[in-house]
């Protein structure tokens, strides 16, 4: 028993440390007809935002993974964009002024040339700030005012803190008391995929084509479409003029191959070979695909939460929003977490349905565990393997005990039998041989029932390497 409990251990050691950020998730959402292309890049960002939140799951850039690389191209420019700041910051923190300054210089500019990748604003707007603050210490006022005017631009709540230098607050004052009424012009995108999600100073704000009322200055686009590479930069807004953003996205490599997957799905979504060959192809745990099908300016949404493993569906659900209602994003995330997060999040502790049996059926008891490695690359053992190999080797403990007390039955057997039935120690004898000889029966049904759970274990575990394996290199 206590080897059992062991095993049993090692086995759930086995699967923590496998479990990573949680299940990797791809997001994915598909319209079935050109009129329902603005409010699936509506309901796209839904998606993600009702997975991120949540416990259990971790989903992954669909950009990176279709384009088979780490990371989108602008990651690396946020990279370097975020190590100038850090080295500004400590910079100004050692009052080395002139460093400081050319250090924030290029990690604006990184964070400019990396718009493509933002979807927070908060690191650009304390870089301007840092960067007026460096002006104003350097007696640069005119400077450290533009820097300031571009931080409220892209944030008209933006405030300095408050244990900033009297000196740098008064300044700070100055520039704020005339952005209490913002000089504003107008901001359109368009983007040549038609329908994408626009992104203005890290807020969504709606689907291409779009215009928009804007602080005049600078600020930070980014347009972005599911399967396309996302487009970004820096635009120009003037006082009561329109400036125009025409931003050309591309479609990834992976995208023609997993729009047709989709489009297989869609039109028949009951097929199990459907699923398979898309799950397959996104190589993760999960896949959240919501189909939309617009029928005037209401959206049907149909979503189907796909296991990476064996191509299941673990969950549908439909539900149809007004596009043109101002709370169908705050909708469409309510309706995604109620009916897929929560009803089958992995650490679920019970009553979550039949997703969520299905869930705990793939990944053991409970637990957040992926059942893919972290790199998506390559098959790691799966802990019932370990732990059938263990248990089998332990065998050999109860076993050899029992062939250890069964030579010592027989050789009390054999002096029970040479002795006269009236020896005073006879009975002592006959004891100690029953004795020893339901240990050596007990040695052997445990070591009998250890190889069997062993057995049962590696079988289990390999199965679940093959299936892995598959999902990974299919056909190999």
């Known amino acids: 028993m206590a080897c059992l409990i062991l095993a049993a251990m090692l086995s759930s050691w086995a699967g923590a440390a496998w479990a990573g950020d949680?299940?990797?998730t791809v997001t994915f959402a598909a319209p079935l007809d050109s009129g329902a292309a603005r409010a699936a890049a509506l309901v796209a960002p839904a998606i993600r935002d009702a997975f991120t939140a949540a416990d259990g799951f971790r989903v992954i850039d669909l950009e990176a993974l279709l384009d088979e690389v780490d990371a989108p191209p602008a990651a690396a420019r946020l990279t370097e964009a975020r190590r100038q700041k850090d080295k500004a910051d400590l910079a100004l923190s050692m009052v080395d002024l002139l460093v400081a300054a050319d250090a924030y210089a290029a990690a604006l500019v990184g964070f400019e040339q990396g718009a493509a990748g933002i979807t927070d604003i908060a690191e650009v707007v304390d870089a301007y700030d840092k960067q007026a603050i460096t002006f104003t210490l350097s007696g640069e006022s005119s400077s450290a005012k533009a820097a300031w005017e571009r931080a409220l631009a892209l944030d008209p709540g933006f405030r300095v803190a408050a244990d900033v230098a009297p000196r740098v607050k008064r300044a700070f004052?100055?520039?704020?008391?005339?952005?209490?009424?913002?000089?504003?012009?107008?901001?359109?995108?368009?983007?040549?995929?038609?329908?994408?999600?626009?992104?203005?100073?890290?807020?969504?704000?709606?689907?291409?084509?779009?215009?928009?009322?804007?602080?005049?200055?600078?600020?930070?686009?980014?347009?972005?479409?599911?399967?396309?590479?996302?487009w970004g930069g820096a635009v120009d807004v003037k006082k009561g003029a329109e400036a125009t953003v025409q931003s050309s996205l591309k479609p990834t490599t992976g995208f023609a191959r997993l729009d047709e997957l989709v489009g297989r799905l869609a039109r028949n979504p009951d097929a199990p070979a459907n699923a398979v060959e898309l799950a397959r192809f996104v190589k993760s745990d999960r896949m959240m695909l919501v189909l939309v099908q617009a029928d005037g300016p209401v959206a049907a949404l149909r979503g189907l939460l796909?296991?990476?493993?064996?191509?299941?569906?673990?969950?549908?659900?439909?539900?149809?929003?007004?596009?043109?209602?101002?709370?169908?994003?705050?909708?469409?995330?309510?309706?995604?977490?109620?009916?897929?997060?929560?009803?089958?999040?992995?650490?679920?502790?019970?009553?979550?349905?039949?997703?969520?049996?299905?869930?705990?059926?793939?990944?053991?008891?409970?637990?957040?565990?992926?059942?893919?490695?972290?790199?998506?690359?390559?098959?790691?053992?799966?802990?019932?393997?370990?732990a059938g190999w263990v248990v089998t080797g332990l065998a050999a403990l109860p076993i050899g005990a029992g062939i250890g007390l069964g030579i010592t039955t027989m050789n009390q057997q054999e002096a029970f039998r040479s002795r006269?039935?009236?020896?005073?120690?006879?009975?002592?004898?006959?004891?100690?041989?029953?004795?020893?000889a339901v240990g050596a029966d007990a040695g052997y049904v445990v070591g009998a029932a250890m190889v069997t759970a062993g057995a049962v274990m590696l079988v289990n575990g390999y199965a679940e390497q093959a299936a892995l394996q598959d999902v990974i290199e299919p056909g190999t």
């Open 22 to 24: 949680g299940l990797v």
């Open 173 to 230: 004052d100055d520039v704020a008391r005339a952005w209490k009424r913002p000089p504003m012009g107008q901001l359109t995108v368009y983007a040549t995929s038609g329908a994408a999600e626009v992104w203005v100073d890290g807020v969504l704000r709606g689907a291409a084509p779009l215009t928009l009322d804007v602080p005049a200055g600078r600020h930070l686009v980014r347009v972005y479409r599911e399967g396309y590479r996302a």
């Open 420 to 436: 006269a039935q009236t020896d005073a120690d006879v009975s002592e004898i006959k004891s100690a041989w029953l004795f020893t």
């Open 306 to 386: 796909i296991d990476g493993v064996s191509g299941r569906v673990l969950g549908r659900g439909q539900k149809s929003i007004s596009v043109d209602d101002e709370f169908f994003a705050r909708d469409a995330t309510s309706f995604l977490r109620q009916r897929f997060v929560l009803e089958s999040r992995p650490d679920d502790g019970g009553g979550g349905g039949a997703a969520a049996a299905a869930v705990g059926s793939l990944d053991g008891e409970g637990g957040a565990r992926s059942r893919l490695p972290g790199d998506i690359e390559r098959v790691e053992t799966p802990g019932l393997v370990i």
